[in-house]
Every structure is written in C-alpha cells, then in structure tokens.
C-alpha cells in the first residue's frame, strides 16, 4: 500500500484552451489513478467556452490557473510549473483519456534510476486504441522530429527496449523537477509545437537521460484543440528554431545536406500545394524563421555551450531515416 509520505508527489499540468468538451473524459481518467500522491493544476488560457466554471464546479478538487490571455502551450505549462509542488511534473493534453495506472509507471521509472531526468510515456489514438501515436520521440539525421512507432499497430515491439531515448511528446510525458530547475522551463518563444523537442534537446546536452514507459498509457484525440493553418505555421517555424538553436556541430557537420533538403522538400510540397491553407501556413512558418534567424542564433550560443555530453553520445542518439 502507498504511503502518502514516502513516495514522491506529482504535479499534473493541463493547458487548456476552449476545452470544455474533453475535460470531462480527462479529468476523470486522473481521479481513477492507482497512484495516490498527486496534484492537478488546470492553467487556462483565458478560455471563452466556459471551461473554468465547468471544473470549478464539477472537479473540485482541481488548482484552476486562469491566465488573463492566450499564453499558448509554453506559457500555459511555465506558469503551472511556478506553482507546482511536486517532485516530479507530468504534463497532460486536455484532449487525453489516462491510463489507471499512468502515473504509477511513470514513478516507476523515475525510482528505478536517479539519474533519469525525464520519462516518455505511451500514447496512443483515442478511438483506434491498437494504434501508437507515440512511443516516446526521435531527432532524424535529416532534423526532423519523429514520434517513434506512430500509425503502427502496438504489439509491444517498444516495450522490452530499455535504452535511453532522444525525448518524449509534451502531450504526456514528466519531467523530474531538478531538470527543469537545472535546463530551465520551455521557451516562450515557441509558443506551441516543437517546445518539447526544444527541451528534449537541451536535457540531452545537460546530460540528462530519458527513457520510455510502456504501460504509462494515454489515449489521445489527434489535434482535437490545435490543428489545420495554425498547426502548420508553428510546425514549419519551430522546426526551423529547433535546427538554429539546438542541433549541435557534429550533426550539422555531418549532416547539412540531409538538413537542408528536407527542410526544401517541404517547401517545394507545399508550393505545389499552394491552395490548401495548412501548406501555405507552413511555408509561412518557414519563411518567418529565417527572418529571426540572427535572434536564434544568438540563443544557439547559450544552448550549445550547455553540452557536457560528447559528440558520439550524440550521433547515437539520432535516428538514421
């Protein structure tokens, strides 16, 4: 039997904005776990579909943050972090249905080895529930992120494979609380999407290791509260950000021509797909990274004198596509 003052407490984050219609099925997921020492903050990003009113009323016993306006992901999760009290943070889509014993494996893995920093868990489609979406994430020798396994039937074939990981999807996933004290928080400036690839990034060049869980299960609605244009303008931007500021020398040495053309591939898909909105988005995100490129250049010099890592743990790292 647990005991509450013997086991390491956990702070639940769940951005939400405009929500309501999936807070239910998320919230009560995390009232059914197995594990008994946690905390759920809700910071809502100035939500107008009458989210908070329906927690405050309905889930009590949930820490409401209400932001006076859209601080997207990234701001949503920093300020929940200001004003979490646990050890470890677990970050939860609003859009997710959790596992009993979600929260339970994860600590799991944090108690197996102290020198974990994070934990990926398993996430898989939320109304095809055979389906991976995610198996804990990978960086492609090309500078692309990767969700390991996704579209692929689950039969275990991630389960049985201790080894250290690149990263996990911030949608599910925790984070030991002196990591991020050590790394830092997610970057504002990515506002959503590629913010965790951005932290995956910096805790493996701090030296931080990662590994995956693969009964920490959530069951996910794929960009029920995100998507489309949107979608496609921070993915094309943040994944040019993540390229400037985080892929150290060695890869960029070794790798530029992978880098570059598939970065041009994109590009040339979405020309030629000028008259979908989500294509022009995404060559809009592209292009509005270069524009930055001297600020994130600047921020590259911080991050990359970060490593303590060497550059063949790196290259092992990635993911050969």
């Known amino acids: 039997m647990w005991h509450y003052d013997n086991i390491m407490k956990i702070s639940v984050i769940i951005p939400n904005w405009n929500g309501l219609k999936y807070l239910s099925t998320c919230l009560n997921s995390l009232q059914n776990q197995?594990?008994?020492?946690?905390?759920?903050?809700?910071?809502?990003?100035?939500?107008?579909?009458?989210?908070v009113t329906f927690v405050k009323t309905k889930f009590q016993h949930v820490n409401?943050?209400?932001?006076?306006?859209?601080?997207?992901?990234?701001?949503?999760?920093?300020?929940?972090?200001?004003?979490?009290?646990?050890?470890?943070?677990?970050?939860?889509?609003?859009d997710t249905e959790s596992d009993k014993a979600w929260l339970a494996e994860l600590v799991e893995i944090f108690e197996s080895d102290p020198n974990v920093?994070?934990?990926?868990?398993?996430?898989?489609?939320?109304?095809?529930?055979?389906?991976?979406?995610?198996?804990?994430?990978?960086?492609?020798?090309?500078?692309?992120?990767?969700?390991?396994?996704?579209?692929?039937?689950?039969?275990?074939?991630?389960?049985?494979?201790?080894?250290?990981?690149?990263?996990?999807?911030g949608g599910a996933i925790a984070y030991r609380k002196t990591m991020i004290d050590d790394i830092g928080m997610f970057d504002d400036d990515f506002f959503m999407y590629c913010e965790d690839v951005d932290l995956n990034w910096r805790a493996q060049l701090a030296g931080y290791s990662c590994l995956f869980a693969p009964h920490a299960i959530v069951y996910h609605h794929l960009s029920a509260t995100g998507g489309g244009a949107i979608s496609s303008f921070y993915t094309g931007r943040n994944t040019v950000f993540v390229l400037?500021?985080?892929?150290?020398?060695?890869?960029?040495?070794?790798?530029?021509?992978?880098?570059?053309?598939?970065?041009?591939?994109?590009?040339?898909q979405a020309i030629h797909a000028w008259r979908s909105e989500a294509a022009r988005a995404r060559l809009h995100g592209q292009l509005a990274a270069l524009i930055e490129l001297p600020y994130w250049l600047r921020k590259r010099r911080h991050v990359q004198?970060?490593?303590?890592?060497?550059?063949?743990?790196?290259m092992h790292i990635l993911t050969e596509k």
């Open 34 to 51: 197995t594990y008994p020492n946690f905390e759920i903050i809700l910071v809502d990003n100035a939500s107008t579909d009458n989210s």
């Open 305 to 314: 004198n970060t490593k303590v890592v060497s550059d063949e743990w790196i």
């Open 64 to 94: 409401i943050l209400q932001l006076s306006q859209n601080y997207g992901f990234t701001g949503a999760v920093n300020h929940g972090i200001e004003i979490a009290n646990g050890e470890i943070i677990a970050l939860l889509n609003n």
């Open 244 to 268: 400037v500021k985080n892929v150290p020398d060695i890869v960029w040495r070794r790798h530029w021509l992978k880098i570059i053309k598939a970065q041009f591939k994109i590009a040339w």
């Open 117 to 169: 920093g994070w934990v990926a868990s398993k996430i898989k489609l939320f109304d095809r529930r055979h389906v991976l979406h995610s198996a804990g994430d990978g960086f492609g020798m090309d500078g692309i992120p990767i969700n390991r396994g996704v579209w692929q039937e689950d039969v275990g074939q991630f389960d049985d494979n201790d080894d250290n990981i690149f990263g996990g999807c």
